[in-house]
Nanobody, 121 residues
Framework: QVQLVESGGGLVQPGGSLRLSCAAS????????MGWYRQAPGKERELVAG???????NYADSVKGRFTISRDNAKNTVYLQLNSLKPEDTAVYYC???????????????WGQGTQVTVSS
């Protein structure tokens, strides 16, 4: 099996910064795309940022210029640097990974358990 464990959430004032981490472990042959999603109360889960195995990135318009996604393939870890945080960034943040595993080397999608980010004064 595969586990994704997130860390780094918390309470921060507007304008502040946080760094989220998500480490994958288990039966992993290779990890393809990884990403961060968020879900605010009463809203649908939305893509925040994604990164390919070759480190090409894409961002939601609402976070461009403020958030940065990166990955360390040797550690099977993806990061999200959140700067200039706004109250509307408050949400549970989830990481997602496309993991190639098993004898047939098929890709499966895995999710982390979520980490709360609260931006408030």
């Amino acid at each position: 099996q595969v586990q994704l464990v997130e860390s780094g959430g918390g309470l921060v004032q507007p304008g502040g910064s946080l760094r989220l981490s998500c480490a994958a472990s288990g039966d992993i042959f290779r990890i393809n795309a990884m990403g961060w999603y968020r879900q605010a109360p009463g809203k649908e889960r939305e893509l925040v940022a994604g990164i390919t195995s070759g480190s090409s990135t894409n961002y939601a318009d609402s976070v461009k210029g403020r958030f940065t996604i990166s990955r360390d393939n040797a550690k099977n870890t993806v990061y999200l640097q959140l700067n200039s945080l706004k109250p509307e960034d408050t949400a549970v943040y989830y990481c997602n990974a496309g993991v190639v595993r098993g004898r047939l080397q098929l890709e499966y999608s895995y999710w982390g358990q979520g980490t709360q980010v609260t931006v408030s004064s």
